[in-house]
Each structure stands twice: as C-alpha cells, then as structure tokens.
C-alpha cells in the first residue's frame, strides 16, 4: 500500500489550491483519511479528517478556508485551501487508515508529503 500525495507548489496569500492523495496498491478498504501539516521548526499537526462516509472535522486555524472530501471510486483524498496565508506554509502529508488484508486489523499509513508556500 502507497500513499501518493501532490499538488503542492507556491501560491500567493489569498490564492487558492488543491493537494490530492491517491492510496494504491492492493487493499481491501480505506477507513478515515487525514491531512496533517508541518510548517518549519515546528511539530505535525492535525488539519482535517474525513471518514469513510464523507463526515468531516477541521482544526479551528483551517475552519472556513479549507475543505476536505474523498472520492471513495479513485482512492483519493483532497484538500481544497482558499484564503491562503502565510502561516499556511507547510508541507502537506496524508494518512490514512487501511485494511490490506481481510481478517488483519487496519494500519495507517503515510504519504510523503507535498510543500505548500504562501508568499505575502
């Protein structure tokens, strides 16, 4: 199983951009799947979930700017971040519950992340 995230780049303050997440490989489900940030210096932090069935949940710093969804059909995950800022800048990882086998309990699993730049 692979996490493949992208869509990262430099971005303007107030721009918009979307990172995407694609799991392959040979699984049986993907459960909940999240975004974390990592800006400089400083440690990972949650952004957004999502489960499996399209619920959502957001940190306060991302609330009304950013949104999560997943399409279940391709195995992907996306983040949508409007009203960027410069304390947006980060890199970007995803993770995700999956269920490589039947009868195995689930794992997470991380993508390598994509650096996001917010200039002012």
């Known amino acids: 199983v692979q996490l493949q995230a992208y869509g990262g780049g430099l971005v303007q303050a107030g721009g918009s951009l979307r990172l995407s997440c694609a799991a392959s490989?040979?699984?049986?489900?993907?459960?909940?799947m999240v975004w974390f940030r990592q800006a400089p210096g400083k440690e990972r932090v949650l952004v957004a979930t999502i489960t499996r069935d399209g619920s959502t949940n957001y940190a306060d710093f991302v609330k009304g700017r950013f949104t999560i969804s997943r399409d279940n059909a391709e195995n992907t995950v996306y983040l949508q971040m409007k009203s960027r800022k410069p304390e947006d800048t980060a890199v970007y990882y995803c993770?995700?519950?999956?269920?490589?086998?039947?009868?195995?309990?689930?794992?997470?699993?991380w993508g390598q992340g994509t650096l996001v730049t917010v200039s002012s």
């Open positions: 490989g040979t699984f049986v489900s993907i459960y909940d």
């Open positions: 993770n995700a519950n999956i269920r490589a086998h039947w009868g195995r309990a689930s794992s997470h699993y």
